[in-house]
């Protein structure tokens, strides 16, 4: 999935994609990777069910404390 698909399945914002994949909550090659070879900015694709799981285990983390 594109940035743009992914945040509209999941129904967060692309910041809010952009700031868990800052924080580390979201790993290249698990739950994306870049588009193009060799671009200074790729364009991004999304696992759509890794990243949902990874969403679900923050919450159960952030609840938990």
């Given at each position: 999935?594109?940035?743009?698909?992914?945040?509209?399945?999941?129904?967060i914002?692309?910041?809010?994609?952009?700031?868990?994949?800052?924080?580390?909550?979201?790993?290249?090659?698990?739950?994306?990777?870049?588009?193009?070879?060799?671009?200074?900015?790729?364009?991004?694709?999304?696992d759509v069910?890794?990243?949902?799981?990874?969403?679900?285990?923050?919450?159960?983390?952030?609840?938990?404390?």
């Amino acid at each position: 999935h594109t940035t743009k698909e992914a945040c509209a399945e999941l129904r967060i914002s692309d910041s809010t994609l952009r700031r868990f994949r800052a924080e580390g909550i979201f790993k290249p090659g698990m739950h994306f990777r870049s588009r193009g070879d060799g671009a200074i900015k790729p364009a991004l694709l999304w696992d759509v069910a890794a990243v949902n799981q990874a969403l679900s285990q923050r919450s159960r983390r952030v609840l938990a404390a």
